[in-house]
């Protein structure tokens, strides 16, 4: 089967899926290919590109793909559409609202199936908020033209069928997952902060919120943070940082490799207001890295009660932080006893082989109607 994957930005969680599909389908005898955006991610993403590419033998295709809709996704359609040509690709996967747009016009017009995977992405926007209503309305009316849909969560899927409705597309869940490698007990550095968050530096992420409860935190007790990652509104956490008086005792050290970032802190706090299914999650529970997140999205499918803290609440996370850093010993026992259950529910070889029984089952229906 020649597949080809459409997708925007090639770093972050979505490329990390997109990556490890690849990896897995080439595995199952499959030819794989991509089409990214050409103007995100610099060196970084250059380098992550290399690493998947022994994967692609349908090789990498970057075009000029923007975040927001514009006049621009004409052009990158058409683009979309040729490269699928040339490959003669038996279906094009599109993840995200922008590799979702393109891949099921480029796959309608070449009578190919098409596979939708949303992962977040114009999920969070409102349907009465520009561009929140460009988008919806763009997803409303693909939704009627692609072959099915696959979401990396339930909450997704439950999400995506109130949003914008499914209809009688055929859809499934198929969690992201990990490789066997990536489970091993991660070593925090000697002078690992107490706290440690990784991931985009973004009001949506909820930084503001974490920061608040540090604050707070540290009326109580000592307290040394580590905030990994990089984004539009770094600078404005900086000043919310010196304005709380947190001053030297938060350390913004910029985006490092999530292997890396993870030994930078004891304890893991992911505060977002919005997620999908998150990888850096998935890491952290691979490397017993003890942690508390939001209760949102997807992360109640990986993580139990105990371990998620109420969205946008300082005071509730000041409270889930405190008690956390009391009990460093049953923290490290519960992460030990997370990390053996997800070893068997998250398994990225499985969700590849997943993924792909799933084209080959629209692929079947494709060929039953002709």
Request: charged letters at 20%.
């Amino acid at each position: 089967m020649k597949i080809l994957h459409v997708f925007r930005t090639p770093v972050g969680g979505l490329f990390r899926h997109v990556r490890d599909l690849a990896r897995g389908q080439a595995a199952l005898g499959h030819e794989v290919g991509m089409i990214c955006d050409s103007t995100t991610g610099g060196n970084a993403a250059s380098e992550l590109l290399g690493h998947v590419a022994p994967f692609c033998s349908l090789g990498i295709e970057r075009i000029e793909i923007s975040r927001l809709p514009g006049l621009g996704d004409f052009s990158a359609v058409t683009a979309t559409r040729r490269q699928a040509q040339k490959l003669g690709v038996d279906i094009i996967h599109g993840h995200g609202a922008k590799g979702g747009l393109y891949g099921r016009l480029g796959a309608r017009s070449l009578g190919v199936p098409s596979v939708y995977t949303p992962h977040g992405g114009s999920l969070h926007y409102r349907w009465l908020a520009f561009p929140g209503f460009v988008f919806m309305v763009t997803e409303w009316l693909l939704a009627r033209i692609g072959s099915g849909l696959i979401f990396v969560c339930a909450f997704e899927q439950r999400s995506f069928a109130k949003k914008i409705g499914i209809g009688g597309k055929p859809n499934t869940v198929v969690h992201n997952g990990l490789w066997p490698e990536e489970f091993q007990a991660v070593k925090p550095d000697a002078d690992a902060a107490d706290v440690l968050y990784v991931g985009d530096m973004r009001y949506i992420k909820g930084v503001d919120v974490l920061l608040k409860a540090l604050a707070l935190v540290r009326r109580k007790r000592a307290l040394t943070a580590c905030l990994v990652g990089d984004g539009p509104e770094i600078e404005a956490f900086k000043k919310l940082a010196e304005t709380l008086g947190l001053g030297t005792s938060v350390a913004f050290p910029g985006r490092l490799p999530t292997a890396q970032a993870l030994k930078r802190g004891r304890l893991l706090v992911l505060p977002s207001r919005a997620e999908s299914f998150p990888y850096v999650v998935l890491e952290a529970v691979a490397g017993r890295v003890p942690l508390i997140a939001s209760d949102v999205g997807g992360i109640a499918e990986i993580l139990p009660e105990k371990n998620l803290c109420p969205p946008d609440n300082p005071d509730a996370l000041a409270r889930h932080i405190e008690m956390a850093l009391a009990i460093p010993v049953v923290l490290a026992q519960d992460a030990k006893t997370l990390s053996e259950s997800a070893r068997v529910a998250f398994d990225a070889e499985t969700m590849a082989r997943n993924v792909t029984d799933f084209y080959q089952r629209l692929l079947a229906h494709k060929e039953n109607r002709s």
